[in-house]
């Protein structure tokens, strides 16, 4: 029986992007499943309704009550969880440590809930990496924000009204996001360095054509991820970077650790170190934020320092960033959508097992079991 894969508008304030895009909608009609969109879906990302060929238009109640899967970016609300029919599938972001009800509305409403955020970041998964699309939007955008908030240029001139030196740009965290952030400032002409806690990174911050910032302390975690870092680690790191930082005129953070709260990485003695008119964009503003003073949602000036703490750097290039995703989530679909388009889960597939969060009435995610269970 094919069945009927919906996506509505997103009503997260601030959210722009889509989950699905007519490419993919293309995509999904041409497997014979039904396809069901709420107009002006894709609006805020440029994809006007015109633009989709292949989908039928209904509202989003309809939606809700129609589709044997959903596709989201942010999570869905509890009232929508409720419309959902019992058994329904839904695919996006679920952020389960911030939205514990919705995360036990989906269990009780016997919702399959699958989020992009968990899964595993293996080969064959790679195109369904829906945590690096996004990082990689994320790191772009931090470093023009960098750009249009200094008062002085990135790149090296020569003019007859004498030779600007290029702006010095470092960059914490070299994960997906801070490599896109090193070469986007590389591009633009800065002077670029770069640290991370995994030493792994050194090579790749060479072969981008940044300087490494060795501070000696090195902190591989499982997985490809970073450990949390003993004190004295901690003192040290901080000693060398405080003296990089000073001598920065813009600093893109973006280190964080998989279910903690973001490191603290660039205290008030250290802001107030720095020159007048630096700027630093803390791309980890939503998770607590790299540096003391940042306010997420805001721009905080300490002492001539400006310090930018953006949300949902992805919504900011809405265009791009809803085609990256919506990709993602069709490579994640499509092998579980048989010739006649009916849904086929693999459990056996780590993809799906690793990345399902509630079935049949049940966390399966242990961490999320156990947080929903504490609270
Ligand atoms: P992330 O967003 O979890 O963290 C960003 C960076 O911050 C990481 O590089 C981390 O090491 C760093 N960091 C943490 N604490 C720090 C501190 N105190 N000081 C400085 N830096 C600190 O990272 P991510 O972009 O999600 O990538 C995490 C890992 O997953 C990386 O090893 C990456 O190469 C890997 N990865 C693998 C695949 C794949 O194989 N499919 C895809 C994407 C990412």
Redesign the pocket.
């Known amino acids: 029986m094919p069945v009927t894969i919906g996506a509505l508008r997103e009503r997260a304030p601030g959210e722009t992007r889509v989950s699905l895009v007519p490419e993919i909608a293309d995509k999904l009609a041409a497997t014979s499943v039904r396809v069901l969109l709420e107009h002006g879906a894709g609006t805020l990302a440029q994809f006007p309704d015109a633009g989709y060929k292949t989908v039928e238009w209904a509202d989003g109640d309809a939606i809700l009550a129609a589709a044997d899967v959903l596709l989201t970016v942010q999570p869905l609300s509890i009232e929508q969880i409720q419309r959902l029919h019992p058994g329904a599938v839904v695919v996006g972001f679920m952020q389960a440590y911030s939205h514990v009800k919705e995360v036990q509305a989906l269990r009780d409403r016997k919702i399959t809930s699958f989020a992009m955020e968990l899964i595993p970041?293996?080969?064959r998964?790679?195109s369904m990496?829906a945590?690096?699309s996004q990082?990689a939007i994320a790191g772009y955008k931090a470093v023009l924000i960098a750009a249009d908030t200094l008062d002085r240029f990135l790149p090296m001139l020569t003019t007859a009204a004498g030779t600007i030196r290029p702006a010095q740009v470092l960059i914490?965290?070299?994960?997906?996001?801070?490599l896109q952030a090193i070469a986007t400032a590389k591009r633009l002409g800065a002077v670029v360095e770069a640290?991370?806690?995994?030493s792994?990174?050194r090579e790749q911050v060479k072969s981008l054509g940044a300087k490494f910032v060795d501070t000696g302390v090195s902190?591989e975690g499982t997985?490809?991820?970073?450990r949390e870092?003993t004190d004295e680690e901690?003192r040290r790191?901080q000693e060398v970077l405080d003296a990089r930082i000073a001598v920065a005129d813009a600093v893109i953070t973006?280190?964080?650790?998989?279910g903690r709260r973001a490191?603290r990485?660039i205290s008030r003695a250290a802001v107030e170190r720095m020159k007048a008119g630096a700027v630093i964009v803390d791309i980890a503003a939503e998770s607590g934020g790299n540096c003391e003073l940042t306010q997420p949602g805001q721009v905080v000036e300490h002492q001539g320092v400006k310090i930018v703490g953006p949300v949902n750097l992805a919504a900011q290039l809405a265009f791009h960033a809803s085609e990256m995703y919506a990709r993602n989530l069709y490579n994640f679909l499509k092998s579980a959508i048989t010739k006649d388009g009916s849904l086929a889960i693999d459990w056996q597939d780590e993809v799906f097992a690793q990345s399902c969060l509630t079935h049949a009435g049940e966390i399966k995610h242990e961490p999320t079991r156990k947080l929903v269970e504490a609270t």
Do not use: E, F, H, N
């Not at 640290?195 to 995994?198: F, H, K, L």
């Not at 997985?223 to 970073?226: H, I, K, L, N, R």
């Open positions: 970041r293996i080969s998964a790679q990496d945590l690096s990082a914490v965290g070299v994960g997906v996001a801070g640290y991370d806690v995994r792994a990174t902190a997985g490809g991820y970073a870092l901690k790191q973006t280190a964080s650790v998989p490191p990485i």
